[in-house]
Nanobody, 110 residues
Framework: VQLQASGGGLVQAGGSLRLSCEAS????????MGWYRQAPGKQREFVAT???????KYADSVKGRFAISRNNAKNTVYLQMNSLKPEDTAVYYC?????WGKGTLVTVSS
């Protein structure tokens, strides 16, 4: 399984970004897909996950601001990020089962 993430960039505080991650290869059997992030000097942390059936979990730090969604036909997971804060600055990684994407950088300026 290969994961290709996109959509990162530079945004001002209060702005929005949408991340996308497409899974290719033997992706049809993947149940849970999600997003994690790693800020400079910090450990990678959980952001959100979504199952094939649509069960969703969020980190407390992003509840009410981020929304994860999924298109099973396209093996793609999305992360809509609104009301972004400087502390959301990180490399965002897509995950699917035991696989990881390369990450996409999100920078939020104050």
């Amino acid at each position: 399984v290969q994961l290709q993430a996109s959509g990162g960039g530079l945004v001002q505080a209060g702005g929005s970004l949408r991340l996308s991650c497409e899974a290719s290869g033997s992706a049809f059997s993947i149940n849970v897909m999600g997003w994690y992030r790693q800020a400079p000097g910090k450990q990678r942390e959980f952001v959100a996950t979504i199952s094939r059936a649509g069960s969703i979990k969020y980190a407390d730090s992003v509840k009410g601001r981020f929304a994860i969604s999924r298109n099973n036909a396209k093996n793609t997971v999305y992360l809509q990020m609104n009301s972004l804060k400087p502390e959301d600055t990180a490399v965002y990684y897509c995950s699917a089962a035991l696989y990881w994407g390369k990450g996409t950088l999100v920078t939020v300026s104050s």
